[in-house]
């Protein structure tokens, strides 16, 4: 696992938040869970210090709504397939 900076925004102001992932996909799922997270800006991984800039990209009450609908069993194995294209290099 890794560790994930994940700037955020919490109730209409810049934050940031941690949290320890396998995948930045699992990072960015795991701030939709959070109801108080509003925006998604950016990702970092920290023991590379990889960016992923999604401002703007992501609409996270529309992937909230999705994440409702979608069988926790489904989303699970969507994650672990695509954790498993993704190749990272780095380590």
Known sequence: MDEYIIDVVIEGK???LKTFCSS???AIDSMIGV???EDI???TRTIDGRVWD???NMDVNYLRSLRKDMDF???N???KMAEET???TTH
């Open 14 to 16: 810049a934050d940031k």
């Open 24 to 26: 930045v996909y699992s």
């Open 35 to 37: 109801d108080m997270v």
């Open 41 to 43: 800006t950016l990702v």
């Open 54 to 56: 999604i401002e703007d």
């Open 73 to 75: 069993n489904m989303l």
């Open 77 to 79: 194995e969507g994650l």
């Open 86 to 88: 993704y190749h990272d």
